[in-house]
């Protein structure tokens, strides 16, 4: 039988990957992506967008829905490797652990190039459009910051035990 001080440390840690992956196939404290989608398609119509950049938002819009799609298919078919790792008689605790850093690498490279596409659209608003969308991301982060003053032990002073 192996030692405690060896079993702990690896069980703890699978178990912190698989919630890790869990996580990213379930919306976020009520984050709904779908319903942003529909609040960016209003915030579209507010803009009154000139035919070319009408066509660059279009073009954002589409494929910021098809890298949700494609990461949540990874994320699930990432979940789908780590619960058959557990269930089977040995993890590799490291080779899950390199699948884990690919995913969030490969999610977080797909996350820079839409936020640019995004910035590209930016760029060709004018004054007053730019402050439209200005509002519509503050009204955003005052929706998170509210949601998450409603969760209990929510943010970082939890994670010390305060």
Sequence with gaps: MKPL???IPAVIVGVASLAAVAAFAAPRHGYDPGQFMMQLGKLHDQL???PDVDTAWK???ADTRANFRRLREQGRGLH???RASFDSDSPDLRAL?????RFHAAREAARKSVRDEWLAVYDRLNLQQRQQVAQFMK???N???QMHSDLPNSGPETMDGN
Excluded: M, T
């Design 5 to 7: 001080r060896i079993v």
């Design 80 to 82: 789908q490797q780590v």
């Design 97 to 101: 652990s390199g699948e884990i850093d």
């Design 59 to 61: 073009q954002a819009e």
């Design 143 to 145: 929706h998170i910051e």
């Design 48 to 50: 009154q967008l000139s």
């Design 139 to 141: 009204d955003k982060l």
